[in-house]
């Protein structure tokens, strides 16, 4: 009888343990801050001890939803927060060149704007190329190479890389590129457009360690006003970080998702920790997990 | 009373008459352009053109191999890049004088093959839809294909693009959205924004009712609903009105 119930306490243990999130918080810092004028909410991840993952959903593959393709390889991990990535055209497809776990979703490489080269790796890192600087360095058959995306026989040269190593790849708008600011005002090229905004910024904090920060405007702002702020606050002498790698834009437009989560699995319900739009309206999504 | 109600009966039947002119105004014309197949000769001579040559890369007369035309047949265009290789004693160089003849040397020569003329695209788009084949047929030289196809594919999408913005109607055309479909089933998405009134029409041209009504009832504000419902509520009464003093004056 005693051996019946310390198996059933130990299955029931188990069960709770793997069903509920569990991360450690140290790694996860969660606050409001007040930039310029802007209430933003920042969530910075440490990859120290690369805990924390990225993972990234580019497109609906054979049929299966973004939604559903999240659904399914979420179960049993621990998520930390879900958001939209970028951009898609009336036909849903991504702007830009897109490339899905090695499986090719858009093939056009934009020339203009979006100077942002995302490659997530199959190892839950993340890197960012500025493709005005034409200078993204990979390995073709054992051999350094340095390429230019925006040049097609160069780009074919990156595909058939990220087709072999199982890369997922995206274009986006390009915000701060080692400390230097990249967007422009309107009249420079950027939209005037007004909007809430979310960028991700992959900083270096005054100890070297490398953190991953998500910035949540709920307020309307340019996307030059934004980054800005942003890129003047998180290099500012009082800041913890004394370095941006880069600074992405995140889509907050047609699909505004965004969902983050404490250590326990609990969602984070105030506002600037949230979007709009719900899990079902992602056009692809960007997660990070903690494993 | 009676005068608002002809008001508005009379604005919504605009309201269905700009629609309708806005439906039969596109262009349904279906007839898709096709390029024949013909044999054509040998114009250009690159056997003597290396012969006489000291550097290749430099002297390379782009102009003239363009104007041959030999680049159009897959016989010849192979056996130029077999022997410019070696000459060269490097696929790689080869493959970029190639590269430079087929994509900006060829804009340079025959700029309409970018033109405004959609029959004129679909054409281009069926010439470089070959070197996506290519591709697939021939390993060694694939990277060549692949990018003189993607070098053509990046000039085709802009121009729908900007085709697009200059001529807001022209995305329901028959000809426009079969040449962005093309495009997308070789994965190169355009990403053509079109305005609520295109988007009304396409729906409309491909009977997507149920889509149709979702997107109105999800994207319509409350007050926009409300407005909606008083100007179809009012549009019966002024029809049931109006049917009623007809069969009065038929009775009469």
Known sequence: MKFIFSLFAGLLFTLNFTQAQKFDSKYIQVSNSLVGNYTIGMMKLSRKDNHVKVKYFAANVNGVSVENRYKQWSQGKNIILYSSGTYFGDDGNPVGLCIDNGSIVNNLVKTTGFDALAIVYATGGIAVSDLKQANLNIVVNNTPTTVNVRNPLDAQKFKSWAVSNSATVFQTHLLCYNNDLKAFPPNGGNSSKEASRRFLAVCQDKQGAIQHVILNIKELVTLYEGSKAINEYLLHPSSVFNKIFFMINLDTGSQDVFESYDGNGNRDPRKYFGGTTPLSGAKNLLVYYYE | ?252
């Open chain 2, 1 to 252: 009373m009676k005068k608002y109600v002809l008001i508005i009966s009379s604005v919504v039947l605009l309201l269905f008459i700009f629609m309708g002119y806005k439906l039969l105004s596109t262009n349904q014309e279906n007839n898709v352009p096709t390029v024949k197949t013909q044999t054509l000769t040998r114009n250009f001579n690159i056997g003597a053109f290396l012969k006489n040559s000291n550097d290749v890369v430099k002297e390379f007369p782009y102009d003239k191999y363009i104007a041959s035309g030999d680049y159009q047949t897959y016989s010849f265009l192979r056996n130029d890049i077999d022997q410019l290789s070696n000459k060269l004693k490097d696929n790689s160089t080869a493959q970029s004088v190639i590269y430079e003849a087929l994509t900006n040397s060829l804009i340079k020569g025959k700029p309409a093959l970018i033109g405004s003329e959609i029959d004129s695209l679909i054409v281009t788009f069926q010439w470089a839809d070959k070197f996506r084949i290519y591709a697939e047929a021939d390993s060694i030289n694939s990277n060549l294909y692949s990018a003189v196809n993607e070098f053509w594919m990046s000039k085709l999408t802009d121009r729908l693009v900007a085709i697009s913005s200059e001529n807001s109607n022209i995305v329901n055309n028959f000809k426009f959205r079969y040449l962005i479909t093309k495009c997308n089933e070789v994965k190169y998405s355009a990403s053509i924004n079109n305005n609520s009134i295109s988007k009304f029409i396409q729906n409309l041209l491909n009977s997507n009712w149920t889509h149709l009504f979702r997107q109105t009832w999800n994207q319509a504000s409350k007050l926009q609903l409300s407005l909606l419902f008083i100007i179809g509520f009012i549009t019966i009464i002024s029809y049931s009105l109006l049917i009623k003093s007809i069969i009065k004056l038929i009775k009469k």
